[in-house]
């Protein structure tokens, strides 16, 4: 039934929250959702203490609906809620809720900070209002016995791309124990001046976790970091990842650095098709002539993509090589 967003639909609302039936008082809370009305905020509101839980579930759709800084704090209240899907359900609204206004009871509710879940739900709100008052709990934070609220405070720190927070960030992904964490901090340099982030970058080929080695190996490639050509060389030869040799090759391709044709070439041999495209596409991008005998280990792949873009870079360096 459609509501008007006046007084008499605000009351016959919050008359049916006082049904025994909770068919009535969920329908009465989805009127409120499909209305979007900030006039209707109550309802909702009231409606996150219902005994039942799929009620309550949907009272925080509704503040989801309406949005704004009003339903910050009632947003904030449902993240103790005793329902799970309740909880996540609170949280994610919040980290979508991006109203500016809702800064300044997101930053209280984390002084106080319930539990490990909550603070770190509430850092993820805070992450996209960039508020530059959530710069030193997010530091304070850095130090937290839970990688995911680490992770979550790196976060934070990366949307303000304030400089005097680098230093923690480049401990962070160089030390910390966790991986998740240390991977956070690396995606929050990628907005930092160009040196710091390449010495990150450089830095993290060596981590323990393959995906931060592809990872700071694709972040070279962009930087056209030459400097880290032979750590490069070295993962297309010997990691045992095949995506980090994967990304490694294209970094150099990227670069453009005919010496690591040999290497590269190498990956031709690889079991994995995805690898042996991408280092036909590096050797693309090298083009170096010397590559068309590498390239006739893979003229009759099995996976056709790899034979088409072979076919095409033989007959561009073959044509090259005629001129």
């Known amino acids: 039934m459609p509501v008007s967003s006046d007084s008499a639909d605000l009351a016959r609302l919050q008359a049916l929250l006082d049904s025994a039936d909770g068919a009535v008082r969920l329908v009465a809370v989805r009127e409120v959702t499909d209305a979007c009305a900030l006039e209707l905020l109550p309802v909702a509101e009231r409606a996150l203490d219902d005994a ?109 791309r304030l400089p005097q927070a680098l230093p923690e960030l480049v401990e962070l992904g160089a030390a910390d124990t966790s991986a998740v964490v240390r991977q956070a901090a690396l995606r929050a340099l990628v907005s930092a001046p160009a040196d710091a982030l390449s010495a990150a970058a450089l830095r993290a080929l060596g981590d323990t976790e393959w995906s931060i080695r592809a990872e700071a190996a694709a972040i070279l490639g962009k930087l056209r970091y030459t400097a880290a050509v032979d750590a490069l060389i070295g993962l297309v030869d010997f990691d045992p990842q095949w995506q980090v040799r994967e990304q490694a090759a294209e970094a150099l391709g990227l670069m453009r650095h005919r010496p690591a044709v040999q290497a590269i070439g190498r990956c031709l041999d690889s079991p994995v098709s995805n690898l042996r495209k991408s280092a036909v596409i590096a050797l693309d991008r090298i083009g170096d002539r010397s590559a068309c005998t590498l390239l006739l280990a893979v003229r009759e792949d099995p996976d056709a993509q790899v034979r088409k873009l072979t076919a095409q870079l033989i007959e561009k360096l073959t044509r090259a090589r005629a001129v």
């Open 52 to 160: 039942e839980a799929e009620v309550r579930l949907e009272a925080v759709t509704a503040l989801d609906a309406i949005g704004g800084a009003e339903a910050i704090t009632p947003l904030i209240r449902a993240l103790g809620d005793a329902d799970n899907e309740v909880r996540e359900l609170a949280a994610k609204a919040l980290a979508e809720n991006k109203s500016p206004e809702g800064a300044g009871p997101l930053l209280d509710a984390l002084a106080q900070g319930r539990d490990v879940w909550t603070v770190a739900a509430f850092l993820e709100a805070l992450k996209p209002l960039r508020n530059d008052a959530a710069l030193q709990p997010a530091l304070r934070l850095l130090s937290h016995a839970d990688a995911g609220v680490r992770a979550a405070a790196v976060g934070v720190i990366g949307y303000l």
